[in-house]
């Protein structure tokens, strides 16, 4: 008989809501490190006269999404096939000292290139972690978990959005300010690989389910509710990255306010307003799955809808005051389409492709975020109207509405199923 005592084992509701616990300072962390830049513009401008005009800008911005567009398909099959947690923590270490070095750049040559490894680091955490909660949070909780991931992120913004006041800090600045956030993201590596638990079979998963990274890509560019819902992730995210990247500098110029109120008008207000969207579109996804199948295509459908009036307020807002409170409802709607959008993919693909399919799904739509925000930096050089700019923004967000609605759940997939 075997009489040594055995430490009990956690309980599996216990262990799926730690990975969501222990992710949710590395997903602010992520947000926060790319975010923070576009509220310091005014200063890194200064401090780096080679940048020169707002379209360099803009290509530096979009410099960061294309590179990570294109490696986060990489990210996904990585993270199928080596492993979730491997792939996270290497993540967070990469580009946490990314993050310091980028203060340390003197030119904008110096600062592409840091934008570029940054792209590349960071475009292997998102479609990992949000397979790593899927795996460990079926049907019951799936919304509820990846929307508290997400509210993780929009706190990152947040944080991001104070970062002009931390740039005109004389004892800071926004060198000293991407050093700290530097040195906490390598620090925190430690405890998240000794903490983190790992997915049990996933990541060497059988051949089958996964295939080579060819056939993975076979099997989803032939599921047609896939293509949907790349479409319907791509177009609303559009204006989502003008938002973030742009709207700081918008609302300083239209109505010439300072870098660092500018900065947190920008992001504080509608970024809370997505944490509560996350709130609502996590518990009412998951609730209107138990009675049906459609239940997180018909919350998403929702909050997309409320993005389409929050677009046209946004774009002809006459006061500082109605230009935030439509940002507030931006946020709302983004917040309830972006804690689904996992879950619905959960209910198309098996899950020996779910870090792939996102990572599919973040190339398209942040190559074409890289785009949006070249292209808006060279409008804004013309002195384009904001509001025929944003118009176009509400149309693509009408187009999403039909596209989720015609996704059919595959009733074959156990996560897919009404509880």
């Not at 906490?184 to 089958?208: D, F, M, N, W």
């Not at 739509?365 to 949006?372: H, V």
């Amino acid at each position: 008989m075997n009489s040594s005592p055995t430490r009990p084992s956690r309980s599996p509701i216990a262990t799926a809501w730690l990975v969501v616990v222990l992710l949710m300072p590395v997903a602010l962390l992520n947000y926060l490190d790319r975010q923070m830049l576009a509220t310091m513009k005014s200063s890194v401008m200064a401090d780096i006269p080679s940048i020169e005009t707002s379209a360099n800008w803009g290509f530096m911005l979009g410099q960061f999404k294309w590179v990570y567009a294109f490696l986060s398909p990489v990210g996904g099959i990585v993270a199928d096939r080596l492993g979730r947690k491997l792939t996270i923590c290497s993540s967070l270490f990469a580009w946490s000292l990314i993050t310091w070095w980028t203060g340390q750049v003197e030119t904008y040559s110096q600062l592409l290139w840091a934008r570029s490894f940054m792209g590349i680091s960071e475009a292997f955490y998102i479609p990992a972690a949000l397979a790593l909660i899927a795996d460990f949070h079926t049907g019951p909780t799936r919304s509820r978990a990846i929307g508290m991931h997400q509210m993780a992120i929009y706190l990152g913004q947040i944080v991001g959005g104070f970062g002009g006041y931390a740039a005109d800090d004389p004892t800071l600045g926004w060198r000293g300010t991407f050093a700290l956030c530097g040195i906490a993201g390598i620090v925190y590596t430690v405890p998240l690989a000794l903490l983190l638990p790992r997915a049990l079979g996933v990541g060497s998963v059988k051949s089958e389910e996964t295939g080579l990274p060819k056939a993975s890509w076979t099997k989803l560019f032939v599921n047609s509710s896939f293509i949907l819902l790349v479409l319907y992730f791509t177009l609303p995210a559009l204006s989502a990255w003008i938002v973030r990247d742009w709207m700081p500098t918008i609302l300083k110029d239209k109505f010439e306010i300072g870098q660092g109120i500018a900065g947190v008008s920008a992001t504080l207000y509608w970024q809370i307003g997505a944490i509560v969207g996350a709130l609502i579109g996590g518990f009412s996804a998951d609730k209107l799955m138990r009675w049906t199948i459609r239940g997180r295509i018909y919350a998403s459908a929702f909050g997309m809808m409320l993005l389409i009036p929050a677009l046209f307020g946004v774009g002809n807002a006459p006061t500082l005051f109605i230009a935030v409170a439509f940002l507030v409802l931006f946020g709302l709607g983004w917040g309830i389409f972006d804690t689904n959008n996992m879950p619905i993919l959960c209910q198309i693909v098996p899950p020996g492709l779910r870090a792939t399919g996102y990572g599919i799904m973040n190339l398209v739509s942040i190559s074409c975020g890289a785009i949006a925000d070249w292209t808006f930096g060279i409008l804004k050089d013309y002195n384009s109207p904001l509001n025929n700019i944003f118009a176009v923004y509400a149309a693509f967000a009408a187009i999403s509405v039909v596209l989720v609605l015609l996704i059919r759940p595959n009733p074959s997939l156990k996560d897919s199923q009404a509880a």
